[in-house]
């Protein structure tokens, strides 16, 4: 079983898209790794060798992924709310943060809607 920066990398897929499965690496993120170490995309992540697996490890652990990468991030929100920016007032409101609209189709965010008694006439 492969793997990488404490994440289990599943064995049937290819290796550009099993990486992707560690928290902060995208496609494009995995195409550079996988570069660099000079690893055939097309492998399956349950077939790669052992040199070509600690290849993929040293380059993965220059980047700031799982749990240093969560942190920062929640420590960035963090920030962002203790200082009443525009973005951490939305946060704190559970809104959309990034611009969209939030009279409509914002129910990702706002979850299920809430009906308002006596509101028909």
Do not use: C, W
Request: hydrophobic share 30%; proline share 2%.
């Amino acid at each position: 079983m492969a793997r990488v920066n404490n994440v289990d990398l599943p064995k049937n897929k290819r290796i550009i898209i099993a990486l992707t499965s560690i928290y902060g690496i995208g496609k494009g993120l995995s195409k550079k790794i996988l570069e660099n170490a000079s690893v055939d995309f097309d492998k399956k992540a349950g077939d790669l060798e052992e040199k070509e697996l600690v290849k993929i490890r040293e380059e993965v652990a220059k980047l700031t992924t799982e749990g240093d990468l969560r942190r920062e991030v929640s420590m960035n929100i963090k920030t962002k709310k203790e200082i009443n920016s525009y973005q951490g007032k939305m946060h704190k409101k559970g809104l959309p943060v990034r611009g969209q609209r939030t009279s409509r189709n914002a129910r990702t965010r706002k979850g299920k809607p809430k009906t308002i008694a006596n509101k028909k006439k």
